[in-house]
């Protein structure tokens, strides 16, 4: 080796040694579809995701929101993420069972007795087995949003006890265990795509749907329902997935950013859906909605009466995963 290189070698290590290597983005432009409404607190966690990513990326990571369907419904979007035509999605995992079956665990009738032990549950190990089962299928999820409980709104009457449900068309998601679910309840089910619900409604083609206050807000649904009864039969989470396809593409730094302001979207959006759910409620009653809450005890009937859902899905969940989940909130349950 002469001088010359040598010195070039020593100067070479220096600056690798002194300057951090330069980070690897690109100009991105990150179509995310959802089927609620803009005002919705998703678009809070969107908005502080956006601004973590330019920060990261130096304004060359960008987010371009499409609101209340307007890329299509949960399944279709997820399907767009698949085959890679569309970058990402906030998404209910209810209509996607049929991709991955283990997501059905969160369909199940009265499993969260409250926001802190789904947080526990999605974001320790369980939901890092949910991730796995999602990457397989071509979903990298990069973080869990919520939806929250979920509770019914009817034109019909208030549900106080479960018989109330009988005859009510309500619509379900698209999904086998929410039809088991209300059918064992009395009640006559219709599966249909969120976009609809509202017209369906409207127009008495259904009587009742089930959603979190904040959604029977920010979509309206208050407008053309008489009841909302505080059931909270089931907690929902958001699923804030990414195409695999187009992932794959993408750089270490890109995939890392988008991983971290996930979840700094992530904390924003449950503090404001949480602040917002109250809000939601007083306004629907404000609408001259009549919100009424359901007894413990009734709430504990239709606990019992709902119980068997968990037996006749537990195949097509998966035995292991039911008891797995189980287990972390006798765990959580008994500290
Ligand atoms: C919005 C849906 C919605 C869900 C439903 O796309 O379908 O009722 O609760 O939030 O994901």
Redesign the pocket.
């Known amino acids: 080796m002469n001088r010359w290189m040598l010195t070039g070698v020593v100067s070479l290590l220096a600056t690798s040694l002194s300057l951090p290597a330069l980070a690897d983005f690109s100009n991105r432009t990150i179509r995310l579809s ?3 409404a803009a005002d ?1 607190p998703v678009a809070d966690g969107v908005r502080a995701m956006t601004e973590c990513l330019a920060e990261k990326s130096d304004g060359a990571m960008r987010i371009n929101a499409f609101w209340s ?1 307007a890329l299509g ?2 399944l279709q979007a997820t399907q767009a993420l698949r085959s890679g035509i569309q970058e990402a999605v ?3 995992p ?2 996607l069972v049929g991709m991955v079956p283990s997501l059905g665990v969160f369909d199940l009738p009265f499993l969260f007795a409250d926001e802190a032990e789904a947080d526990a549950v999605v974001d320790g190990e369980f939901g890092d087995f949910i991730n796995q089962e999602l990457e397989q299928v071509g979903l990298i999820n990069l973080a869990y949003w919520e ?1 929250g409980f ?1 509770n019914v709104s009817s034109s019909q009457r208030p549900i106080t006890r479960w018989e109330d449900f009988s005859g009510t068309r309500i ?4 999904n086998n265990i929410f039809l088991d679910t209300f059918q064992n309840l009395g009640a006559n089910p219709t599966p249909m ?3 609809e ?1 509202f017209s369906a409604l409207e127009t008495g083609a259904i009587d009742a ?4 206050f904040v ?1 029977i807000d920010t979509s309206k649904f208050y407008e053309v329902q008489d009841y909302v009864s505080e059931t909270r039969h089931a907690f ?1 989470p ?1 699923l804030v997935m990414f195409s695999k396809r187009i992932w794959d593409t993408y750089s270490e730094d890109e995939q890392q950013a988008l991983r971290d302001c996930a979840v700094v979207g992530r904390d924003v959006q449950r503090r404001v859906i949480r602040e917002a759910s109250l809000r939601s409620k007083e306004e629907i009653e404000a609408a001259g909605v009549a919100v009424n809450e359901i007894s413990p005890e009734e709430q504990q009937r239709m606990r019992e009466k709902s119980q068997v859902i968990y037996d006749r899905h537990r195949d097509q969940i998966g035995p292991e995963v039911i008891d797995r989940v189980q287990a972390i909130l006798a765990e959580l349950r008994s500290d």
């Open positions: 959802n089927g609620i919705h369907s419904d949960d906030v998404a209910s209810s209509p939806n979920r619509r379900v998601m698209q795509a969120f976009g619900i749907q089930e959603n979190p959604t929902t958001f």
